[in-house]
C-alpha cells in the first residue's frame, strides 16, 4: 500500500543532469506516480546548442507541462509558431521545438510532464 503523502526536495534531487557548456542542470525527483524536473537554464542557454547534442534530434522531442518560476524564455515550434514565457506562466510545450533564455537571469522551469529521459546521457 502506498503512502498518501509523498514529500520530496529539489535541494536533494534524485538525479542532476548538466547541459552542454555549464549552461544549466535538469534536477529529478520521483513522485511515486512520475518524475518531476527542475531544470536551470543560464543566460546564453538554447536547446539546439546545449541539449542537441545528448538527445540526438533535430529538434526537442519532448512534450512538456510545466511551470515558470524565474527568468524568459522564447520557445519555436517546428513550424514557426513562437512564445515567449515567463515568471507565474503555465506552459504545454508540444514535441518539435527549440528553445532559448530571453535576457540576463536564469531560467527556471518545473516540468511534471516532458523530463524523465530529458538531457540523459
Known amino acids: 500500500m502506498m503512502s498518501g503523502l509523498v514529500r ?5 534531487p534524485e538525479e542532476t543532469r548538466p547541459f552542454e557548456g555549464d549552461t544549466g542542470h535538469l534536477q529529478l525527483v ?4 512520475g518524475v518531476v524536473g527542475r531544470a536551470t537554464f ?3 542557454w538554447r536547446w539546439s546548442e546545449h541539449v542537441k547534442p545528448i538527445a540526438g534530434t533535430d ?3 519532448s ?3 510545466g511551470y515558470f518560476v524565474s527568468g524568459r524564455m522564447t ?3 517546428d513550424d514557426g509558431e513562437e512564445m515567449e514565457y515567463g515568471p507565474g506562466d503555465f506552459a504545454v510545450m508540444a514535441p518539435g521545438h ?3 533564455v530571453v535576457g540576463d537571469a536564469p531560467c527556471v522551469f518545473l516540468d511534471w510532464q516532458g523530463f524523465a529521459d530529458y538531457a540523459r546521457r
Open 75 to 77: 520557445v519555436v515550434m
Open 59 to 61: 529538434s526537442c522531442q
Open 42 to 44: 543560464q543566460p546564453g
Open 8 to 12: 520530496k526536495n529539489f535541494d536533494a
Open 98 to 100: 527549440d528553445a532559448w
Open 63 to 65: 512534450a512538456h507541462v
Open 30 to 33: 520521483g513522485s511515486g506516480t
